[in-house]
């Protein structure tokens, strides 16, 4: 059974880095089927996927254009998981935040999603 | 404003049939099989119901059926049960420079 467990601070303030990790149980970060995905919600925005990191002989990442120039997704082959980074946030950054699994490559089935992490941005 | 259109709101009595449409354009929904429906309860992250405009994961019950024509999706709720009432949301691939995944604004089932 897949599960996702993420951790992170629920408050940020104004200019500094939103850090988020998502840990990986009953798949891997590697995996040459899955993508791995960050989604946020909030009540302004509703649900906006954020980027996504996904391994095919090579790693890939692709970012959403309303934060690819502040944004980073890493994965962390060692620990089975991984993080986003988003920089210089501003309180429109506030929601909660949600890392998912997508297992059906080109589908977009994202099937497996992680608790959940409300983030605040204030200072 | 969301990309994809929903209706704020429906509802339904216990048994009956309901539902939910989803439009977009013809950079996603009337171009792609890339479909999904998703189900939020209060408090919960969204849970996958409908992927690939029609098709159930295992364990969703089959009274929950997706279609679509032209540039509108549509999720059908059959024989509704208390346990239904949620936030329903539409996702689909969008064509663009880059890849992207967008959202409907959501709709809010009341189960009367």
């Known amino acids: 059974q897949v599960h996702l467990q993420q951790s992170g601070p629920g408050l940020v303030k104004p200019s500094e880095t939103l850090s988020l990790t998502c840990a990986i149980s009953?798949?891997?970060?590697?995996?040459?089927?899955?993508?791995w995905y960050w989604i946020r919600q909030s009540p302004s925005r509703g649900l906006e996927w954020l980027g996504r990191?996904?391994?095919?002989?090579?790693?890939?990442?692709q970012y959403a254009v309303s934060v690819m120039s502040r944004i980073t997704i890493n994965p962390d082959t060692s620990k089975n998981q991984f993080s986003l980074q988003l920089r210089s946030v501003t309180p429109e950054d506030t929601a909660v935040y949600y890392c998912?699994?997508?297992?059906?490559?080109?589908?977009?089935?994202?099937?497996?999603w992680g608790q959940g992490t409300m983030v605040t941005v204030s200072s | 404003q969301s990309a994809l259109t929903q209706p704020p709101s429906v509802s339904g009595s216990p048994g009956q049939s309901v539902t939910i449409s989803c439009t977009g354009t013809?950079?996603?929904?009337?171009?792609?099989?890339?479909v999904a429906w998703f189900q939020q309860s209060p408090g919960t992250a969204p849970k996958l119901i409908i992927y690939?405009?029609?098709n159930r994961p295992s364990g969703v019950p089959n009274r929950f059926s997706g279609s679509k024509s032209g540039n509108t999706a549509s999720l059908t709720i059959s024989g509704l049960q208390a346990e239904d009432e949620a936030d329903y949301y539409c996702?689909?691939?969008?064509?663009?420079?880059?890849?992207?995944?967008?959202f409907g604004g959501g709709t809010k089932l009341a189960v009367l």
């Open positions: 998912v699994r997508d297992a059906s490559w080109g589908l977009e089935a994202l099937d497996i």
């Open positions: 009953g798949d891997s970060v590697s995996s040459n089927s899955a993508a």
């Open positions: 990191t996904y391994y095919r002989s090579k790693w890939y990442n």
């Open positions: 013809s950079s996603d929904v009337a171009s792609y099989d890339r």
């Open positions: 690939e405009v029609s």
């Open positions: 996702s689909s691939y969008r064509r663009s420079s880059t890849f992207n995944v967008i």
